[in-house]
């Protein structure tokens, strides 16, 4: 049973809006990554927030952003909705202490919310 | 830059039967790789990590092994059942880069028929 929750699981928007997806991790786990995955493809890294700040991003535009809390919960913002963003959104969550490049980098996935852009 | 590739895209194969999924990547320094498991519509659920120090990783039916120098890694599963129909995704972690980013390959889609 996975420890990291998202929601909403399903929601359908227009070109142009604006969505919030939320995601919830294990408590102690202080770094939250998001993915994009389009329908037959493998996940493709967004960011990554750790300790409430940025920390790497992937090749996505300013359009997408974020925001981490401290009660291990997370946001992810996607302004001015295009038809291409329509995909499964992943957040994943891990517990790092020592460095960001150490520890034994197992992330927990949560189950994903289904954006579709009409 | 790191890509990672997976061959094949889909496999169909009968209840029983030994199978293997391969994955490559074209930048030898990486500090892991994961093997996922991902159902329809759902999240990816972590199977084997290995690290980059490490040759193979084993968990039940499950054997992964890993060759930096040649960019390869394998999937094993023995005995295959219906219930392993999933697609099954290879990642990678770069040395140095942030810990929770990972590289994907596309998946192999996978269907064990009874």
């Known amino acids: 049973e996975t420890g990291v929750t998202q929601s909403p699981t399903h929601l359908i928007k227009t070109r142009g809006q604006q969505v919030t997806l939320r995601c919830s991790s294990q408590s102690g786990h202080n770094t939250v990554s998001w993915y994009q995955q389009a329908l037959g493809q493998g996940p493709q890294f967004i960011f990554q927030y750790y300790r409430e700040e940025e920390n790497g991003r992937g090749n996505f535009p300013p359009r997408f952003s974020g925001l981490q809390f401290p009660n291990y919960s997370s946001e992810l913002n996607v302004n001015a909705l295009e038809l291409d963003d329509s995909a499964l959104y992943l957040c994943?969550?891990?517990?790092?202490?020592?460095?960001?490049?150490?520890?034994?980098?197992?992330?927990?996935f949560g189950a994903g919310s289904r954006l579709t852009v009409l | 830059k790191q890509e990672v590739t997976q061959i094949p895209a889909a496999l169909s194969v009968p209840e029983g039967e030994n199978l293997v999924l391969n994955c490559s990547f074209t930048?030898?320094?990486?500090?892991?790789l994961q093997w996922f498991r991902q159902d329809p519509g759902k999240g990816l659920t972590s199977l084997l990590l290995?690290?980059?120090?490490?040759r193979e990783q084993t968990s039940g039916r499950l054997n992964a092994s890993l060759d930096k120098s040649s960019g390869r890694s394998t999937l094993y599963i023995a005995a295959s059942q219906p219930g392993d129909s999933a697609t099954y995704l290879c990642?990678?972690?770069?040395?140095?880069?942030?810990?929770?980013?990972?590289?994907f390959g596309q998946g192999t889609e996978l269907s064990v028929k009874p």
């Open positions: 290995i690290q980059s120090s490490q």
């Open positions: 990642a990678v972690s770069a040395v140095y880069n942030q810990g929770g980013k990972l590289i």
């Open positions: 994943a969550s891990r517990e790092t202490s020592g460095g960001l490049a150490q520890g034994a980098n197992v992330l927990t």
């Open positions: 930048d030898s320094a990486i500090y892991n």
